[in-house]
């Protein structure tokens, strides 16, 4: 069984290494700023990671941006252990790693643990019980600055709705550590699937779930299904936490589930605007796409810029050519089907930033001389976003 420390999240298996671009500073201030925010990226950020695991993805932050600040909490030793040495191993020194609960973090009165621009947890929110969340609610209301933001990742429903039984079962098994209570769970799962069992027979989700079992770690698998306090949010719940810490909700990270005519099937667009507030039209979005994963950008208070200031600081952005494009790719995901772009915006797009990182402004203007109508670019940079053809980065 799990330590007692641990609160019911798992302990006995590391967690995976990995990096995700949306917990960037420059990704999280863009969409911030789609959705008409102003972030707080001035000279000396400070950015902290809560549930930082091993610490990777802190780290990756901290050496591309030497003039920020970086700290790393884990309530889990190993992994602040290693993820300390690796630092000094590379030599980044703008970044801190501390082995604390979020109980002691959020009544912690040391200075360097505080006043953060940026706290972000990737996928721990839905993981943990009431009181950790209480406590994660504490740390942000006491130590992420006014106009700061919080990004958070989380399993939501309704998109687990049918998989919640089969992690029941998983989590049923009472012998041996995380790894060797999944292994068996996994054998009687596929037992199930082999005889067609009624539940399974109903549930094509359930089903499709078991069946990628075969193609994810262990590692990855244990933390995605064993823990204790395993309980997929509604986003409405999530906006109700957060209200009480003074967080709003600012929009969604993944920048192309903030443009509407991306999420909503064009003959329920009547019904979604109709939606009296922010709350109901994100759940709205989450059945239409039957939403598994969140991921959400709040902000503490913040300022709406005009349309002239957010003009200027979009114009400001930089994107860089990051991935390819998949030969003879017309059709582009949205959450809502497909997109497909006029023939002639993507290749003015990727000739813009050929030479490397581009301002927005400037890939506008060279679009413009292509013909490419001003309307059309915001949202063809969002599908390339969101195909990892183009990422947000540093001047």
């Not at 993805?57 to 941006?65: F, S, Y």
């Not at 995380?178 to 082999?194: D, N």
Request: proline share 6%; charged share 20%.
């Amino acid at each position: 069984s799990s330590p007692t420390w641990s609160a019911g999240y798992v302990a006995d298996a590391p967690y995976t290494l990995g990096f995700y671009r949306e917990m960037g500073p420059e990704h999280l201030a863009f969409a911030a700023l789609i959705n008409g925010y102003a972030a707080p990226l001035q000279p000396g950020m400070r950015y902290c990671e809560l549930g930082c695991g091993r610490g990777y993805g802190t780290l990756l932050l901290a050496a591309a941006n030497p003039d920020r600040h970086f700290v790393g909490v884990d309530f889990n030793p190993t992994h602040i252990q290693e993820a300390s040495a690796l630092a000094k191993k590379a030599g980044i020194e703008n970044i801190r790693f501390v082995e604390a609960s979020f109980t002691e973090l959020a009544a912690s009165n040391d200075p360097d643990l505080t006043d953060f621009d940026i706290i972000a947890m990737h996928g721990v929110y839905s993981w943990v019980s009431q009181e950790v969340a209480n406590d994660i609610l504490s740390i942000l209301r006491r130590h992420l600055k006014p106009g700061g933001l919080c990004y958070v990742s989380y399993n939501t429903m309704p998109g687990w709705v049918q998989v919640a039984p089969v992690q029941r079962l998983i989590r049923a098994p009472d012998a041996g550590d995380s790894i060797r209570k999944f292994s068996s769970a996994r054998k009687l799962l596929e037992l199930l699937e082999k005889e067609d069992v009624g539940y399974l027979k109903v549930n094509a989700g359930a089903r499709h779930r078991i069946a990628q079992f075969q193609n994810l770690s262990l590692q990855y698998l244990v933390h995605e299904y064993m823990n204790e306090s395993w309980n997929p949010l509604y986003v409405t719940d999530v906006m109700q936490h957060m209200a009480e810490a003074k967080l709003s909700y600012a929009g969604s990270a993944s920048v192309i589930e903030n443009r509407v005519a991306f999420n909503v099937p064009q003959k329920l667009m009547q019904t979604y605007s109709e939606a009296p507030d922010v709350g109901l039209r994100e759940l709205l979005k989450d059945f239409f796409v039957n939403k598994q994963f969140r991921r959400d950008v709040y902000i503490k208070g913040g300022v709406r810029l005009s349309q002239q200031q957010l003009e200027r600081h979009y114009e400001g952005v930089c994107l860089a050519q990051f991935g390819t494009i998949p030969e003879g790719a017309t059709d582009w995901p949205i959450p809502v089907g497909t997109a497909r772009p006029q023939p002639n915006v993507i290749p003015a797009i990727l000739e813009a930033v050929a030479n490397g990182p581009t301002q927005i402004g400037a890939i506008r203007a060279h679009c413009e001389r292509k013909g490419v109508p001003r309307a059309d670019l915001p949202g063809v940079l969002e599908i390339l976003i969101n195909a990892d053809v183009l990422r947000i980065c540093r001047i």
